[in-house]
């Protein structure tokens, strides 16, 4: 396996999911599995192999909950991404991290770091 975490990332918006999978190789980590859609997203929380996943709240117009619940099943930690307030989250998933769009770099690492305080990551430049 490849040093840093393996991230699941689920984010609808092709440019922002680019992104992501930029600043999350750029920490160290590597993106194992995408989706952009419930449907997709659902069936990789449950069979994918990763370390956490980073989860758009707002997918093509339905909430990403049902994969939330499914990650949690797991017992996988995630948070997740959005312009929106923890306000639209069901009350059980609010205690999770939350990145504000537009993500940092910097907000990435911290966040990752938090929920992984022993992994490996870079400094960002």
Excluded: C, W
Excluded at 5 to 27: C, G, K, N, P
Excluded at 43 to 53: L, P
Aim: negative net charge; hydrophobic residues 50%.
């Amino acid at each position: 396996m490849a040093d840093g975490l393996s991230v699941f990332l689920v984010e609808d918006e092709a440019l922002i999911r680019m992104m992501m999978v930029d600043m999350v190789e750029e920490l160290g980590h590597h993106v194992v599995a995408e989706a952009d859609n419930v449907r997709d997203a659902s069936a990789f929380a449950m069979t994918a192999q990763y370390d956490f996943a980073i989860l758009d709240i707002n997918l093509k117009g339905l909430y990403v909950d049902p994969v939330a619940d499914l990650i949690e099943r797991r017992g996988k930690p995630f948070m997740f991404a959005t312009g929106y307030g923890p306000e639209l989250l069901p009350s059980l998933l609010r205690r999770r991290p939350i990145l504000r769009k537009p993500i940092s770099l910097d907000q990435l690492k911290i966040m990752i770091d938090a929920l992984f305080p022993d992994a490996i990551a870079k400094t960002p430049h």
